[in-house]
């Protein structure tokens, strides 16, 4: 979630039950701006919060005015000292934070515009989904290089717009129903939580320009995803 | 010309003051290749046009005022005049040309003044260009000029109209046919009877058919969709001049679209918006019903509120302690949830309830509340499960009686184990669930130790509907209104915690019993009750303990296994020794030891210290709220084996919470249970056992014997008839 719309965002959230605590939020407003300021980033997203056994990490991502090119990630927290194990925490945290973003990082359809000289740009008319599209997983794509879409016939893709519909969408994520789509406070906000990386949940606000994403969990995927559904 | 709207007068303002059309060749709809407008000239004349330009994302200008500016010279007279003199308002240029131009001029002008004032211009290079700059200055504000072909063309042609062609810039991209304007450009003069000083050649009349014809291809209506070019183009202007985005040539395209989305929607808007906001409605108003409720009860809300201040809980107390630790619904939520909890106090007789937590699901989420229902007053339906069981017992009898002759199959079906009486073990508490507050509470049924038993061994998700089948194997004898309450069971069992001393046993329990009870069952607030401090409850686990009795799990398997799932042992051996008695078969299956050793489980009350690790991962997690300021911090617990169950404590108040999707943590992945081995059911005995054919050579060496002995039959006849024979001789 933006760090501009911190509050707001956190407050969407709620649902999921895990948000941050008064005094989390206060200095995490804060040290965004720094990191803003000081890394140059053209935004910064509060990526969420990694819970361990003794404590957590908070994870910040700056975006640079490209918004599909490769992100930097901050983090905040105590490593673990373990020295039996073979891999360094931050590594582990690192990859699990770049798996985390390659599985399950949505954007609404629209949010981003592709232009002709390559860089996308956030799309500053885009005034929220509709609500017939913001219930269906069409209208939500994957937050990276997309790798879906060259498989699609051509008969598809007469109908994409080239400029708007050049990510993954949901749809056909695997397994099916690994989303979860629950409309909040009436029609007033729609929520999708994953269920193969359980912590992550996206919120959009139709009709609005709000949305965002947020996880807030151990960071293990959900192997047992076909049973359960 | 005609009096027009004031897009189109901005338009033929623009056509007037046409300019170098060569530099068209170049020019693809929209370059946004120059970052910053080249085009200083007009940042000269006044600021407005700049913030044309800067909204056009810059086309290179420069080298078209040098271009112009050999028609800066011939205009220059006219509109020289007030050239030199940049900072004079815009509409000074077009004034002493000519009136009607001054009519064009104006309502292009109304704009600039307005525009000026966002945009500071960019330096103009040259003062030359001034000149040419006012002219353009005016199209070019309002012109979108797509166009840099300026920068292209470098011979400066004598167009006195002004940057015509910027007006077309701005008038459309892809659609038009440059060329046509070229002509129409280099042709016709500012016909708005601006005198075209020297550089104006092409007759009037020319002039005039081209714009014409540019106008009437303009309006050509498009036989796929039904719109024309032209008042596409005045709608997207209108939208862009009402809003006036920034850098909006960059969003062009997209406010393009959008006009054209507009269309379409707009006669779908009246239907669509009634039934998609429908819902909104409905959840508000039920909410609204919740807070109206306080105020329908007059009377008797003294009454009520004696009865009411022990039965609810103070729901935002709890939340904000669980603010503080990070955890929580968000503080509208909860005051909706805490609106409908009274709500539910007030329609069932409750002597305590409390807030338990949130379970998600996939389609809707579960809010859930547990609740004591005063003495007595419990609607249980104990009935059913007895009348059930007897029901099946009956007919397995009756199958017997009729089919005698079939072998009788000795399964016989592990007996089930009765529930647990309400008020006791998992049955303790009633939960109710609600998928949102405002909706109205739905009671679970009580838990079955079986419910239990298989709940342990799948994983499911929840949907949210309570009458959702849940289809696993082992099949789970219910549906999701019972795994619900299952899963609320065991982490009940497994999560709720309270710090050492808040609660103690209660004094007439003074018995051992260890025959049937693994421990006391009831347990009382202590009254003296003094307090921990946070840190001790931070540091060691040993200051908290399980305030709720331990499910007891499988006992040793046997082939029988006989699994528990309830918190007082229930002693099922007689029975079953009077089922050896029946059976007197010696297969193995049968056998059963004669003693079943009883489970207990740990005793209430045991510090959770004591729990189990989970493959070195600790049970629990303990944290301060917050490390910068301690003094008012309070120990928050976080368990590992449930993810999402929290308890926090100031020393003196502790509360307990559940929000997640309701399912234990297994570090290793979830493998359903294999099924069982086929199970021998009838005694094999030459009757129902299946015997081979016989081969060729044992029937071959069977009909050899067979007619040996015939044959010796036979022999021993013919005997006997020859001596019969004999006999007669």
């Given at each position: 979630m933006d760090a501009d719309s911190l509050l707001l965002s956190l407050e969407l959230v709620s649902g999921s039950g895990q948000g941050l605590s008064p005094d989390r939020r206060a200095s995490l407003l804060t040290s965004l701006m720094l990191v803003k300021r000081d890394y140059r980033y053209d935004r910064v997203l509060f990526w969420g919060r990694i819970l361990g056994l003794v404590a957590d990490y908070y994870i910040a991502q700056g975006l640079s005015?490209?918004?599909?090119?490769p992100r930097k990630t901050l983090y905040r927290g105590a490593p673990l000292l373990?020295?039996?194990?073979?891999?360094?925490e931050e590594t582990r945290l690192v990859s699990v934070i770049d798996q985390i973003d390659k599985a399950v990082a949505i954007i609404p359809r629209g949010a981003l515009f592709k232009t002709p000289f390559g860089p996308t740009h956030v799309n500053r008319t885009f005034e929220g989904l509709s609500l017939s599209e913001a219930k269906k997983l069409s209208s939500y794509f994957h937050f990276r290089e997309p790798v879906e879409l060259k498989n699609k016939t051509l008969l598809e893709k007469a109908d994409l717009d080239p400029s708007l519909d050049f990510m993954d969408s949901l749809e056909h994520d695997i397994p099916k129903g690994s989303w979860s789509i629950q409309m909040e406070r009436g029609n007033a906000l729609v929520v999708l939580r994953s269920l193969l990386w359980p912590g992550l949940t996206f919120y959009h606000a139709p009709r609005t320009k709000h949305y965002g994403y947020i996880y807030v969990g151990t960071g293990e995927k959900n192997m047992d995803l076909p049973f359960m559904l | 010309m005609e009096d027009l709207t004031s897009p189109k007068q901005e338009k033929e303002n623009q056509e007037e003051l046409g300019e170098a059309r060569q530099s068209w060749e170049g020019k693809t709809a929209a370059s946004p290749q120059y970052s910053e407008p080249e085009s200083s000239e007009p940042l000269e004349m006044k600021q407005g046009p700049e913030t044309g330009r800067q909204s056009r994302s810059?086309?290179?200008?420069s080298p078209q005022s040098r271009t112009r500016t050999p028609l800066g010279g011939p205009a220059g007279p006219e509109t020289s005049s007030p050239a030199p003199h940049s900072p004079r308002e815009p509409s000074s240029t077009p004034s002493p040309p000519a009136p009607p131009r001054q009519d064009l001029a104006t309502p292009p002008q109304s704009d600039r003044t307005t525009s000026v004032i966002p945009e500071a211009g960019t330096p103009s290079p040259d003062p030359l260009e001034q000149s040419s700059d006012k002219r353009e200055s005016i199209p070019l504000h309002t012109s979108q000029s797509e166009r840099n072909t300026f920068q292209q063309?470098?011979?400066?042609?004598?167009?006195?109209?002004?940057p015509r062609d910027v007006s077309y810039n701005n008038a459309k991209q892809k659609e038009l046919r440059f060329d046509v304007f070229q002509e129409a450009d280099s042709n016709s003069d500012c016909d708005l009877q601006l005198p075209a000083p020297g550089g104006s050649e092409g007759a009037p009349s020319m002039l005039e058919t081209a714009i014409q014809n540019a106008k009437a291809y303009l309006l050509k209506t498009s036989s796929?969709?039904?719109?024309?070019l032209y008042d596409h183009l005045s709608n997207m202007l209108t939208k862009i001049l009402n809003e006036r985005p920034e850098n909006a040539v960059d969003i062009f395209e997209n406010i393009s679209q959008d006009v054209k989305m507009a269309h379409f929607r707009k006669k779908f808007d009246a239907l669509h918006n009634e039934n998609e906001m429908l819902p909104t409605y409905e959840i508000a108003e039920k909410q609204k019903a919740l807070f109206l409720q306080g105020h329908l009860e007059g009377v008797d809300q003294e009454l009520e509120d004696e009865i009411a201040e022990n039965a609810l809980p103070n729901v935002m107390e709890s939340a904000f302690y669980f603010e503080q630790a990070g955890v929580g619904l968000g503080t509208d939520e909860t005051y909706r949830i805490f609106l409908a909890l009274k709500q539910l106090t007030d329609t069932h007789p409750i002597q305590r309830c409390r807030f338990w937590g949130k379970i998600l699901g996939l389609e809707m989420n579960y809010i859930v509340a547990e609740v004591e229902f005063r003495e007595g007053e419990d609607e249980e339906e104990v009935e059913e499960e007895d009348v059930a069981e007897e029901r099946d017992n009956g007919e397995s009898e009756a199958d017997e009686d009729e089919e005698d002759e079939l072998p009788k199959s000795f399964y016989k079906a592990p007996q089930a184990i009765p529930k647990e009486e309400s008020r006791t073990g998992a049955n303790k508490y009633v939960y109710f669930v609600c998928n949102e507050p405002g909706r109205p509470w739905v009671k679970l049924p009580p838990v079955i130790p079986a419910q239990i038993v298989i709940a342990r061994k799948i994983k499911k998700f929840f949907t949210g509907r309570l009458d959702a089948p849940i289809i696993s194997y082992p099949p789970f004898p219910g549906n999701e209104s019972n795994y619900l309450r299952a899963q609320i069971a065991r982490i009940s069992a497994g999560t709720h915690v309270s710090p050492l001393g808040f609660y103690q046993f209660g004094e007439e329990e003074g018995e051992e019993e260890e025959e049937v009870e693994g421990g006391q069952n009831s347990f009382e607030e202590n009254p003296d009750f003094e307090g921990i401090q946070v840190i001790d409850l931070v540091e060691s686990l040993s200051n908290w303990v399980h305030h709720v009795q331990h499910i007891l799990s499988q006992v040793r398997a046997l082939q029988f296994s006989i699994y528990q799932g309830r918190c007082n042992w229930f002693n099922s051996i007689q029975k079953n020794e009077e089922e050896e008695e029946e059976g007197e078969e010696e297969d193995e299956e049968k056998e059963e030891p004669d003693y079943i050793e009883q489970e207990v489980g740990p005793p209430l009350l045991t510090p959770i210290s004591e729990d189990l690790e989970i493959q070195n991962i600790p049970p629990w997690t303990t944290r301060l709220s917050s490390n910068l300021i301690p003094q008012y911090a309070i120990a928050v617990l976080q368990s590992n084996l449930w993810p999402g169950a929290y308890a926090f404590s100031n020393g003196k108040k502790f509360e307990n919470f559940y929000i997640g999707w309701g399912h234990k943590y297994s570090p290793d992945n979830y493998t359903p249970p294999v099924p069982p081995p086929v199970y021998q059911e009838y005694p094999s005995g030459p009757e129902i056992t299946e015997m081979d054919d016989p081969s060729v050579e044992e029937e071959q060496a069977f009909r050899a014997a067979q007619e040996a002995v015939l044959l010796a039959a036979e022999n021993e006849e013919s005997e006997e008839d020859e001596d019969e024979e004999d006999d007669y001789d």
């Open positions: 005015e490209d918004q599909l090119a373990s020295p039996q194990v073979q891999i360094k | 810059s086309r290179p200008w063309s470098q011979q400066p042609k004598p167009h006195l109209c002004g796929k969709s039904g719109f024309n």
